[in-house]
Each structure stands twice: as structure tokens, then as C-alpha cells.
């Protein structure tokens, strides 16, 4: 009744030892794999899929190293050769491995598909036209309407606080003038999603300085209109009988 308990048991360490070297030796030459086609794409990680006669090799990389290297053969259950989990079994293992000289083959076929793909390519591109002169001219226009904003800022802090804005509709538009003391925080066509001609953030673009400058003298006239209300209402206040 304990003949069985005394027979000896078979052990397979060697077969995994076997299994182990050979998975790691293939993950340091599908990671050759991986990092070439990261160099190729472009990216810090991708997938490409490869057929062979006896099924379809995937590889997924990231970093330039590989994620995993899985087997989908014609007829069986798909084997992940290289993973970041457990190892595949040895039977699974050897199956890959006959068909993994074929992915080899498969993926170097691919890279050498790319051969001449710049051939046709031009090396002289044509001039760059440069924007220095139009810049310049956008800055010189935009610097005088600062200036003036900046001087209707400083009437404004004068007659009505420390900072405010000051509104009004030309052509049709809102403009909107904020100060902040004696200088121009922003000068605004459109309302609160419209242009900014000023601002703390940059210049406008040039497009729209040609715009809306031509409507900054009729801005300008429309503040001063402003400003002579001012001073008519003013001059009716009185102290005294008279």
C-alpha cells in the first residue's frame, strides 16, 4: 500500500531553468526589436503586428524596451513569450520558439520595405519669407495707440478712481478701455470674448491691428465727446444764491 509513496519524483527544475534562460534571452532580443521600431516611429512607445506562416507575432514597446511579445499561432491558444507577468509554459514556450525565427525574418522584411523611402525627398526647401518689416509696422501703430490709451488713462484716474473702464460703441462695436492709475491695462474691441488691441499678454496680430485701427480715431472722439459732458455738467454746479 506505500510502494508508491517510496518511488521517486520526478523533478523539473532543470526544465524550468531551461524555460527561464530561454524566455530571457528572448526578451534581450525582442527588446533590439522594440527599440528599433521606437527609433523608427518616433514615439516612446507602440504595437506592431507581424504574420507569418504559422500565425502572427505581436509586439508592444514602450521606452524603447518591450512590454510584451505575444504569439497567435494559426491553430492553438495564443502564448504572451515575453510579459511582464508570469513566464509561458514550456510546452507553449518551444511552440513559439519554432515560429520565432519567422517573426525574425518577418520584421526585418518590414524595416527593409522602408529602403528608398527618401529617395524622392528634396533636400533645398524654398526661402522664408521674413516678417521683420510688417512686425514693425503692426508694433509702431499698436505703440501710438498706446500712447493715447495711456493718455485717456490718465484723464480717467484723474476724474474717476484709481483703475476703472471706460466704454463705448463705435461702428457698431464695443470698446472698452481699463485703467489701472495712469496707464492702459487693456484696450478691448468685441465685448469680453472680442480682440484685445492692448494687453499685459502680447500684441494683437497684425490682422487685427489692420482691423480696427482705422476706428480708433472715431474711439478717441468718442472719449473726448465724453470728456466735453463732463465738463458741461461741471460747469452747471454752482455754490451759493446765484
Wanted: glycine fraction near 10%; aromatic fraction near 10%.
Amino acid at each position: 500500500m506505500t510502494d508508491g509513496l517510496e518511488a521517486d519524483v520526478e523533478r523539473l527544475d532543470g526544465i524550468a531553468e531551461r524555460r527561464d534562460e530561454l524566455a530571457a534571452r528572448v526578451r534581450t532580443h525582442a527588446g533590439e526589436i522594440a527599440r528599433e521600431l521606437a527609433v523608427l516611429q518616433g514615439g516612446d512607445y507602440g504595437q506592431e503586428t507581424f504574420d507569418t506562416d504559422g500565425g502572427s507575432w505581436t509586439i508592444k514597446y514602450e521606452a524603447g524596451d518591450v512590454q510584451y511579445l505575444r504569439f497567435d499561432p494559426t491553430s492553438g491558444s495564443e502564448t504572451y513569450v515575453v510579459s511582464s507577468k508570469q513566464p509561458p509554459e514550456p510546452e507553449a514556450l518551444e511552440t513559439a520558439m519554432a515560429d520565432y525565427g519567422a517573426f525574425v525574418a518577418a520584421y526585418n522584411e518590414y524595416v527593409r520595405s522602408f529602403d528608398g523611402l527618401f529617395a524622392d525627398v528634396p533636400e533645398e526647401f524654398p526661402a522664408v519669407e521674413s516678417t521683420a518689416e510688417l512686425v514693425a509696422e503692426r508694433d509702431r501703430i499698436v505703440d501710438r495707440i498706446r500712447e493715447v490709451c495711456d493718455a485717456m488713462a490718465a484723464q480717467l484716474h484723474r476724474y474717476d478712481g484709481e483703475y476703472g473702464t471706460y466704454a463705448t460703441t463705435v461702428s457698431g462695436t464695443r470698446w472698452e478701455l481699463k485703467w489701472d492709475g495712469d496707464v492702459a491695462s487693456y484696450l478691448r474691441v468685441g465685448g469680453s470674448n472680442g480682440t484685445y488691441l492692448l494687453s499685459q499678454y502680447g500684441p494683437p496680430a497684425a490682422t487685427d491691428v489692420r482691423r480696427f485701427a482705422a476706428d480708433v480715431p472715431a474711439f478717441v472722439a468718442a472719449f473726448n465727446d465724453h470728456v466735453d459732458d463732463l465738463e458741461a455738467d461741471l460747469a452747471q454746479v454752482c455754490f451759493g444764491g446765484d
